[in-house]
């Protein structure tokens, strides 16, 4: 009777995560569809980004759960209105495709979130956590815009939260594969950098790549502290619609002279990921993304952090690389790791996800860099883990 009720369960749970990893999926295509469509309609033009960063803020003011990337509210449990949701992800589409400096994580984690929960609660969810239907659905979404199906389940689970903790991961594992397939019928096989580049690691690059991921952990704080010192400043101005617009301005200003700093980004970062760009060109698009970012997401406008994060971290690899003689896949995956690891607190997913974009031969520069960069902003993990008691966030994103 025991066994027949629990193979009933997991049947059960297994469908239902299914289900709601392709509700993922959906939200995960819709941004990029957004995205898509914008950058066709505005023509690549930087000069249309204030006046959508200003409707947008205009937009995002009118409900306390559109403004900011959305992983902050995921984690602080504020994502509860699923139609509030599914209007971010069409506005933080339009932001990133008329050239501001965003990403899709966050705000379709956001839309998964409260989708989930109000599933959740019209389910009257019965034997598990609510939190299983939450990071299935979180999932689904994540691993479309990532085209990672594993390190998405193990991003979803670190960054909303210890509290959900590696129970989740069967659901979000099924979610996760649910939602890829979902993105993958609805806009085609996609990958989140489109080159890919051959490493074979030898122990000589060892000095190289610590030195490397040490470096990318400094440089990631900065990026982090950038944004929040930008939130900060631009919040002076009581208008979300103001703080947009001058935003939009010094982005479309900025991006006329370092293209590679606006929009996604990600096709500039394909091509310094394995060395098409050099590393003059690849500093100056590091400090304008940086720049852009800081400007987009610090005027409160609907938009994630994650594709920022990882074009950030490719442009400083690939600029740091001839002065500790590495290869450029080398130099941008230990960069990469590390900065996932910094501004998300997911030093295991940011590992995972370099090792499913580069290839197994990036595992060293992956885990190290994830390690080195954990540690770098966490200094007090180790000892506070022997000592048994609960450590310390890092560098998180959503810290203001």
């Known amino acids: 009777m025991v066994l027949r009720d629990d193979l009933t369960l997991t049947v059960r749970w297994t469908l239902l995560s299914l289900a709601l990893g392709a509700v993922g999926g959906l939200c995960a295509a819709t941004i990029t569809w957004t995205i898509l469509t914008v950058g066709r309609l505005s023509g690549g033009s930087v000069w249309v980004t204030p006046a959508v960063m200003a409707l947008a803020g205009a937009v995002s003011s009118l409900h306390p759960e559109l403004p900011g990337t959305g992983l902050d509210k995921a984690r602080q449990g504020r994502a509860r209105d699923p139609v509030a949701g599914v209007l971010k992800l069409l506005v933080a589409g339009t932001v990133i495709g008329s050239g501001g400096s965003g990403g899709q994580v966050g705000p379709c984690v956001q839309s998964c979130v409260s989708i989930g929960r109000w599933c959740a609660e019209r389910l009257g969810v019965k034997g598990l956590p609510r939190s299983w239907v939450i ?188 002065l500790v003689g590495l290869p450029a896949p080398a130099a941008v995956a230990a960069s990469m790791s590390a900065f996932l690891a910094v501004a998300f607190d997911a030093p295991v997913s940011a590992a995972v996800l370099v090792m499913e974009l580069f290839g197994m031969d990036c595992a060293v520069p992956a885990a190290l860099g994830a390690v080195l960069g954990y540690l770098t902003v966490n200094p007090g993990f180790l000892g506070e883990l022997l000592r048994g008691r609960e450590r310390v966030r890092g560098g998180g994103e959503d810290r203001r």
């Open 135 to 322: 990071v299935a659905t979180a999932s689904g979404g994540v691993s479309g815009v990532l085209c990672a199906p594993v390190s998405a389940a193990l991003f979803t689970l670190e960054t909303l939260g210890g509290r959900l903790g590696y129970p989740c991961l069967p659901p979000a594992i099924i979610a996760s594969v649910s939602g890829y397939t979902v993105y993958y019928l609805v806009l085609g096989k996609r990958y989140l950098l489109t080159a890919h580049a051959g490493y074979a690691y030898s122990w000589w690059d060892l000095p190289g790549l610590t030195v490397v991921g040490l470096a990318a952990a400094v440089a990631a704080y900065g990026l982090v502290r950038s944004v929040q010192v930008a939130y900060r400043w631009f919040h002076r101005v009581q208008r979300a619609e103001v703080r947009a617009l001058l935003a939009g301005v010094a982005v479309a200003a900025l991006g006329a002279w370092v293209p590679q700093a606006v929009g996604l980004g990600l096709d500039w970062a394909s091509r310094a990921a394995v060395g098409r760009m050099d590393p003059w060109c690849s500093g100056l698009a590091f400090l304008g993304k940086v720049a852009a970012t800081s400007l987009t997401l610090g005027s409160g406008v609907p938009a994630g952090f994650v594709s920022p994060v990882v074009c950030a971290s490719i442009f400083f690899g690939s600029a740091v690389r001839a």
